[in-house]
């Protein structure tokens, strides 16, 4: 329990796992400020990572990510099966719970890539449930592009977008996507078939109940082939 406090990290963040790399266990009330943005860049596959949690298989409730400057998330395998999951939150919510926990960027530009790998501005892939409110809001331009991306949800094999990269679970209670700058949402995949959507770009048996996506910009999606 963080007792409701904040720890700020002055300075890029240079790991690839995330504050907590992975939890099965109870994380609550911890409020993480980046000061000077957040850049998050991996090559290794077969490696989750998220600003705040790599992977989670406990219960995460009342926590927030605020970032002030530019967000880079990155990850550039080589081959399809040396996949990697991305998110500005949480990397993989693998049967765990999200609630009532957000994402804020005031200003700089966000970048969310990767090669063979599925990547989400809130979260990469999400088995469990996120719910009670759980948001993004990005103040800044978006860039999201490569393989497995959805605004809301998307997955395999090619697909992109902005709160949760691929979803098999539950994304309920109003959660929500707030964009103010310009999206720019694409697939660069040349080999494989491609997902675009602004709410559900790739979906397997998710389940949505009261979610929105705001856009107070442009948006732009393009598929590799356009």
Known sequence: NGAGNT??????????????????GTIQNVKLVYSSGLSISNTVSH?????FIGANTGTITDCSVEISGNIFINSDTTFAYEWSINGGFCGYNNGGIISNCSLTADNGS???SGNH??????????????????????????????????VIAA???????????????????GCSATFNGSVFVHVTSDIYRGYIGSF?????SGTYTNCSVSYNSTVTFKNKAD
């Open 7 to 24: 720890i700020t990290i002055d300075g890029i963040y240079p790991t690839y796992k995330g504050l907590f790399a992975s939890s099965s």
């Open 200 to 204: 559900v770009a790739y979906d397997y």
């Open 110 to 112: 966000y970048t969310i």
């Open 155 to 173: 997955g395999t094999p090619t697909g992109n977008g902005g709160f949760c990269g691929r979803n098999g679970g539950s994304i309920n209670s």
């Open 117 to 150: 790998s599925s990547n989400g501005g809130f979260c990469g892939v999400n088995n469990g449930i996120i719910g009670l409110g759980c948001m993004i809001t990005i103040s800044g331009n978006i860039i999201i592009g490569r393989y497995y991306m959805g």
């Open 47 to 51: 490696v989750f990572v998220g600003g």
